[in-house]
Structure formats: structure tokens, C-alpha cells
């Protein structure tokens, strides 16, 4: 009797369990046909277009006079001058990254920011060895 019982009930609602199944096959070909929806994101920061933020950190100064100096041996002056403008900005009060500063910027032919340099230097280090060799080539080249 149980059988029979068991029979009739799977029989009633087989079709029900099925429906419900065919239903949720037909939703999901549904969903998979629709073409998919562009989300837009917002756009990514360029992290270039930013302006730098300098704190004073003297190892990225020191870190930025050393690759520098590789440049500078390379005979790549632009690049150096480029790292070592950073050092000054890193680091405004390191003589020596305004001093570098300088001479590479003088080795581009670009007196007028050597002679800023070079007058930065002086005021940092006006006891300096290279001090009085300093103030001749800034009296020698007025504009």
C-alpha cells in the first residue's frame, strides 16, 4: 500500500518539479542570450597627472644623487639633471644634490638654471672648498 501510495504522490507532482526546473533552464538561456551590460568604471587615476607631494626624506635624496651620478658618468646630463633636481626637492637643503644640480645643468648649456643652482649651493655651503671657484664663474658669466 505504501508503494502505491509513494507512486501516485511522485506521479502528482512530477510535473510540478519538472515545470519548475524547465522554467529555470528557459531564465538562465535567457540570461546567457542577453548581451552583456557595459559597466563603466570610473577612470583610473593617472598617477603622473597628480603633482608629487615632498616631505623631507633624505634616503630618496641620497638614493636619487646616486642614480645621478650613474647618469652623469653615462654622459646622459639631461637624465641626471633630472635626479638630481629631485634630490633637491627631496632633500632642500643637501648642498651637494644642488652643486650636481648645477654642473650638469651648466654641461646642457642652460647657464641660467646652473647659475640658480650654484647660487642655492652657496647659500647652503658658503664656507665650501669650491666656494671662491664658484663665485668667479657666477661673476664671469652675468647674463
Request: aromatic letters at 8%; a positive charge.
Amino acid at each position: 500500500m505504501a508503494r502505491v501510495l509513494f507512486a501516485t504522490l511522485l506521479l502528482t507532482l512530477a510535473p510540478v518539479l519538472f515545470a519548475q526546473e524547465k522554467s529555470e533552464q528557459q531564465e538562465e538561456k535567457k540570461l546567457k542570450q542577453r548581451p552583456p551590460v557595459a559597466v563603466e568604471e570610473p577612470p583610473e587615476e593617472d598617477e603622473s597627472s597628480k603633482p608629487k607631494e615632498y616631505i623631507l626624506n633624505p634616503l630618496q635624496a641620497e638614493k636619487e644623487l646616486r642614480i645621478g651620478n650613474f647618469y652623469a658618468k653615462k654622459g646622459s646630463f639631461r637624465a641626471a639633471a633630472q635626479r638630481y633636481q629631485e634630490a633637491t626637492m627631496w632633500n632642500p637643503t643637501s648642498a651637494e644634490a644642488f652643486l650636481k644640480l648645477a654642473e650638469a645643468r651648466e654641461k646642457l648649456a642652460d647657464w641660467k638654471s646652473a647659475k640658480v643652482a650654484y647660487q642655492k649651493f652657496l647659500e647652503l655651503e658658503p664656507d665650501s672648498k669650491q666656494a671662491p671657484e664658484i663665485q668667479k664663474k657666477l661673476a664671469s658669466k652675468k647674463p
